[in-house]
């Protein structure tokens, strides 16, 4: 399972017929899962995601976690 992720000021997703969805500022985060993969590995992955140094500090560094 891997995750890449992208912050974006606005995004899209559409397949060849119709927009599915799109959001504002914020992330977008493209999902490969393979056959072997399962909740533990999703849970794990979740995690990592969710604790990710990713948001602007005080000094202008990605140095601040998005969930404490």
Not at 5 to 32: C, E, K, P, W, Y
Request: aromatic share 6%; glycine share 12%.
């Amino acid at each position: 399972m891997r995750a890449l992720i992208q912050r974006v000021h606005s995004a899209t997703a559409s397949d060849s017929n119709s927009q599915l969805v799109s959001i504002g500022a914020g992330l977008a985060i493209f999902l490969g899962v393979g056959k072997g993969d399962n909740k533990e590995d999703a849970k794990h992955l979740a995690t990592q995601i969710a604790h990710i140094r990713i948001f602007d500090g005080p000094g202008g560094k990605f140095d601040r976690v998005a969930f404490p």
